[in-house]
């Protein structure tokens, strides 16, 4: 499909376990003048990882079972709400989907006919479709934490503690056990916001009470620095 810079396209993104179904949605995507395929991924930890990154995407099309991972649970955790086609073998969970505010509920087998009529309904809620800079900046984290999907508000988070290939997200109310790499969330965070003091921990600056000569303190907790980063912490923290 050739994009001309004329044409105003929704953005789609499709998450769907099923490569069949994935597959044929990303067709139909493809063969419409109208839309543009952004990303296609087969499993919920992927596509929460790129949602979290990307502000981009108008139209979702979600398996509502993705692999034992609920679509719509994954939906209702986004850092912020294209709108929304469920898909599914079961006609179950409609009630809920529309609850949401899907645009639709496409069951499968998915048809061309069945897709147009999806986006007809999409048209008629067209002025909800916003461009992807004119949201506001996500307030939010989004991880993996068991089997389900947590998300985390930037202003709660005291800091990151390293576990192996886990990480301990603190907050002054409870802390969670997430699946990623330290290296994996330093790309994600705002280094207005964090900073990383050592190779086990990064701090939400806005949450340091005091800094001496090995640690920084948040609340009561004492987090040790790395020497060499002392003087880039006390930069980033206004400190002469």
Request: aromatic content about 10%; some cysteine; overall charge neutral.
């Amino acid at each position: 499909m050739t994009l001309q810079p004329d044409i105003a396209f929704i953005k789609c993104v499709v998450v769907e376990d099923d490569p069949i179904s994935r597959a044929i949605i990303n067709m139909l995507i493809d063969q419409h003048e109208g839309l543009a395929l952004l990303a296609s991924f087969s499993n919920a930890e992927e596509a929460a990882s790129w949602f979290q990154l990307h502000r981009d995407a108008d139209l979702v099309f979600m398996d509502i079972d993705l692999n034992g991972v609920s679509g719509i649970n994954l939906y209702r955790q986004l850092p912020y709400k294209p709108n929304i086609i469920f898909t599914t073998a079961h006609e179950d969970f409609a009630f809920t989907a529309y609850e949401l505010g899907a645009v639709d509920y496409l069951k499968k087998p998915i048809t061309s006919d069945r897709f147009l009529r999806s986006l007809t309904r999409l048209k008629k809620n067209v002025s909800s479709i916003s461009p992807a800079d004119a949201r506001p900046p996500s307030q939010t984290l989004f991880f993996k934490e068991g089997r389900n999907f947590l998300s985390v508000r930037f202003t709660d988070i005291l800091f990151f503690e390293a576990a192996r290939d886990y990480v301990k997200v603190v907050t002054a109310e409870k802390t969670h056990m997430v699946l990623i790499t330290m290296i994996e969330l330093e790309r994600k965070l705002d280094p207005a916001l964090f900073i990383r003091v050592s190779k086990s921990y990064i701090v939400n600056k806005h949450k340091v009470v005091k800094l001496d000569a090995g640690f920084v303190y948040i609340n009561q907790h004492p987090i040790s620095i790395s020497r060499q980063k002392k003087q880039e912490i006390k930069t980033a923290l206004g400190i002469e």
